[in-house]
């Protein structure tokens, strides 16, 4: 038999920490992790892909080293973003979850997502001070505003675990579970991102430079505050075990409460267009300032 106190305080609690709307809701299927090396088919090593040592080498528990692929120039990966939503809603808050080893002194976009016009309305540039590209339905922010994180550099050779919290107009980027980097994201109350185009990894649309090294992991979280929790439930140090299905769980702030998080990876088919070929699937007439071609270029 329970006790009365214990049960109130307990509602209590449950009434502090979450609105009664998070606890009566049920997350819609769209907006779960996305895990974007398998959606992209990094598994079945396509061209400009071999698997190699992770992270750890030597991870406890496990019969070995943790698994990650190297990319060359040659990788050439890309899927319909719907792959990643097929609910058709991208959202507005989210976590970019990387463990990574970029080529030392590279500088290249690790992701990028084009709407269906061929804009670029997302992408995380990896280098030495790297650049979140953020575009919403409405244009904002415009380029010289995009959040740039100088003193920051994830290509010296060396892997990064690297956690970044959208949230309302704010971008923090968490690296190696410790250095913590704030940001303002001057984008609209409500921004919708578009789910018609495609993600594409390692690059942006006819940029030269193009994603080498290696990487372990790659996700995108319907939660900003994944992104706190990322060494602990989704990369953690090389003397836990990896979780077999990375999950949002409790990041131990009063506010989140994890039952309500569900995680389970999505099942997609690879797409297996080209770069050269992303260009006509998206638009034949791309934007020359929002692709990166000089002006008067065409495809």
């Known amino acids: 038999m329970s006790h009365p106190v214990l049960t109130n305080v307990l509602l209590l609690l449950l009434h502090l920490s979450c609105p009664c709307s998070a606890l009566l809701e049920t997350p819609r ?3 779960r992790p996305a895990d974007l090396l ?3 088919d990094f598994p079945s090593l396509p061209d400009g892909v071999t698997k190699t040592t992770g992270f750890c080498a030597h991870r406890k528990s496990t019969k070995g080293a943790d698994v990650a692929y190297r990319v060359s120039k040659e990788a050439q990966l890309s899927a319909p973003t719907k792959q990643l939503y097929p609910a058709d809603v991208f959202p507005e808050d989210f976590s970019i979850l990387a463990t990574v080893k970029p080529k030392k002194g590279s500088q290249s976009f690790l992701m990028s997502v084009y709407n269906e016009q ?11 001070s790297p650049v979140f590209l953020y575009e919403d339905h409405t244009g904002k922010p415009s380029p010289e505003d995009y959040p740039l994180f100088r003193g920051l550099n994830l290509a010296d050779g060396k892997w990064h675990r690297v956690a970044i919290s959208v949230h309302k107009q704010s971008i923090t980027i968490i690296l190696d579970c410790k250095k913590k980097t704030t940001q303002k994201l001057s984008r609209s109350p409500h921004p919708i991102i578009d789910t018609k185009g495609i993600v594409v990894f390692g690059t942006r649309i006819l940029d030269e430079e193009v994603f080498e090294g290696d990487i372990q992991q790659l996700m995108i979280v319907a939660d900003h505050r994944a992104a706190y929790d990322y060494c602990e439930h989704y990369s953690p140090d090389c003397e836990v075990p990896v979780p077999e299905q990375p999950q949002a769980q409790d990041p131990n702030t ?6 309500f998080i569900t995680s389970p990876h999505l099942s997609v088919l690879h797409h297996p267009c080209g770069q050269s070929q992303l260009l ?4 034949p007439h791309l934007e020359p300032s929002r692709t990166g071609l000089a002006p008067g270029i065409r495809a």
Request: charge should be negative.
């Open 29 to 31: 299927p769209g907006l």
């Open 38 to 40: 398998k959606i992209l």
């Open 118 to 128: 061929g804009i670029q309305q997302l992408g995380v540039e990896v280098g030495r």
């Open 254 to 259: 009063d506010e989140y409460v994890s039952h």
């Open 280 to 283: 006509y699937l998206i638009s």
